[in-house]
């Protein structure tokens, strides 16, 4: 077979003392995943069941690297997150079956046009020019689920050193476990899939020239510098 022009590389995540990569196909992210989130937002969480939305794994990129401030906002916010990646093919998954198909936990940004996202809440329309931005879903690398357990570990993000969100990982409405459940009553999960699951409070924009840092205790730190220089 010949392409008329060249595929996308295929887009992978290192994984803590593994010398192979993590290729990812499809990114699941989950909406108002924390009280103290949902609040500053002007909503409430769901408690009935999580709800999500997705990014194209083209606006994928690896931790450190160093992008253009995006086009078409003036409101570009940092979202800071836990990040889970499956390792098998897991569909309408029970517990036992969603827990053993998390393959690997990671830090994550979800950066967010938050003019754009409101214009859609605004307008009932979707929220693709908000969430699907090319950049915009940041990865870290990945440490197996054998070592690392989630608990009340502290999520954090700082912006040139400044403290800017806050939380712990208990404060998740819904677990890795339950979104796995819940998900796999949509989709036929699998290896290459991740999904991001919600960031804490303290969400807020970000300028050109600044270093976005996230860390979760226990898992390798995720950064983001965005350049000065025009995208
Ligand atoms: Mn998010």
């Known amino acids: 077979m010949r392409y008329l022009f060249d595929p996308q590389e295929v887009f992978a995540v290192p994984v803590k003392g593994e010398d192979a990569v993590y290729p990812v196909r499809r990114i699941f992210c989950v909406g108002r995943?924390?009280?103290?989130?949902?609040?500053?937002?002007?909503?409430?969480?769901?408690?009935?069941?999580?709800?999500?939305?997705?990014?194209?794994?083209?606006?994928?990129?690896?931790?450190?690297?160093?992008?253009?401030?995006?086009?078409?906002t003036s409101n570009y916010h940092h979202e800071m997150e836990l990040a889970f990646a499956i390792g098998a093919e897991v569909f309408e998954a029970d517990e036992a079956e969603a827990a053993t198909a998390i393959f690997a936990y990671g830090c994550a940004l979800d950066m967010t046009r938050r003019d754009r996202q409101q214009d859609g809440k605004d307008h009932r329309r979707p929220w693709s020019l908000g969430k699907d931005v090319e950049g915009s879903a940041v990865f870290a690398e990945m440490t197996r689920s054998g070592e690392f357990t989630v608990a009340d570990q502290e999520i954090g993000l700082r912006v040139n050193g400044e403290?800017?969100?806050?939380?712990?990982?208990?404060?998740?409405?819904w677990s890795p476990v339950e979104i796995v459940m819940h998900l796999s009553k949509f989709y036929h999960l699998g290896p290459g899939d991740v999904v991001m699951t919600g960031t804490p409070s303290g969400?807020?924009?970000v300028v050109a020239g600044d270093n976005i840092h996230g860390t979760i205790e226990g898992l390798a730190p995720v950064e983001l510098a965005l350049m000065v220089t025009k995208s």
């Open 163 to 173: 403290q800017r969100q806050h939380g712990e990982l208990r404060d998740m409405v």
């Open 33 to 72: 995943n924390y009280a103290a989130h949902a609040a500053e937002m002007g909503g409430e969480v769901d408690r009935e069941a999580p709800w999500y939305f997705t990014k194209s794994v083209m606006h994928a990129v690896l931790s450190g690297a160093a992008l253009a401030y995006p086009a078409g």
């Open 203 to 205: 969400v807020g924009p």
